[in-house]
Structure formats: C-alpha cells, structure tokens
C-alpha cells in the first residue's frame, strides 16, 4: 500500500518523522481523514489528537492547534505544540486542568476566561492521548 511522509514539528523542533497509511486529525472545519493522492490544501488544527496508522506500527499524538499542510505525498503538522503519549506528564497534565477549572470559576474577567478555556482544552487532550480515550 502506498504511503504518506508525515511528519510533526513544533517551535522545539522535530516530534517524528515517518512512513503512514493515514493520517486522522481534527481541523477547525471538521475530522479529516488523509489518504495517499489527497488534494493539496492547508487547514488550522484544533486542540485534538492525531492519528498516525502505519504497517505494523500506529502512533497518535497530543497536538495544541497549529496547521496541517497536505501535498501529494507529504503531510507536514506545525504544531504549537505536540507530544506522544510516553511524553506526556500525567500528573503535570491533572495540575493543569485544576487550575485552569479554578479560573474558570471567576467569570469576572473574559480574556481570563478565555485563556483559561484553552489551557483546560490543552490539559484534557493531553490526559485523553495519554489514556487513549478519543
Ligand atoms: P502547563 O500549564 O503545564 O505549562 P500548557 O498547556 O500551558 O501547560 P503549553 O504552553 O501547551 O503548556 O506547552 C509548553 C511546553 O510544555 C510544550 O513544549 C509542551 O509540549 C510541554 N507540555 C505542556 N504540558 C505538558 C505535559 N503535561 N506533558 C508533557 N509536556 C507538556
């Protein structure tokens, strides 16, 4: 079967580099699913998981939004950032997730709130690719 070069980068550097049948993500429009010969397009990624299925092997991946350009035969994720699930601090996640619900408590101030929003979005993705509950 015919595969994509898919590779995930972020502002720290290169996540993974690879050989994969398809790539599943989230979009801000929707689920993709990306196949070998999807037509060119770029699109921004929401707070969400990747998936990655290969021959043998599957990865997924905890990505915070960023942009997903597909081409003939490569797929380049330029994540905010991206981790896989061995990378991921549980108890760093869980820290986060409380603090942000304990700000999210106090509506008075909405750029707080905002931020606050995004970092529990940030936090349960993260628990969610760890415990693979997507
Ligand atoms: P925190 O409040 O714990 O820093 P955050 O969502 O604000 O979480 P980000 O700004 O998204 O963190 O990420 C900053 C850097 O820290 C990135 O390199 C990201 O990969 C890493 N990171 C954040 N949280 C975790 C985690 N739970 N496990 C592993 N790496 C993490």
Do not use: W
Request: a neutral charge; glycine letters at 6%.
């Amino acid at each position: 079967m015919s595969t994509l070069t898919v590779s995930v980068v972020t502002p720290d550097g290169p996540v993974l580099e690879g050989e994969y049948e398809m790539v599943s993500c989230k979009a801000e429009s929707g689920e993709l699913g990306i196949l070998p010969g999807h037509i060119p397009m770029v699109a921004p990624l929401s707070i969400s998981a990747i998936r990655l299925k290969g021959e043998g092997d599957s990865n997924r991946i905890a990505v915070s939004g960023g942009f997903l350009e597909v081409r003939t035969k490569t797929v380049t994720i330029l994540a905010q950032s991206a981790e896989r699930p061995s990378e991921i601090d549980v108890d760093r996640a869980r820290m986060a997730k409380e603090r942000a619900e304990k700000r999210l408590q106090n509506k008075q101030d909405q750029m707080d709130f905002k931020r606050a929003e995004m970092a529990l979005k940030r936090a349960i993705n993260r628990l969610d690719v760890y415990e693979n509950n997507f």
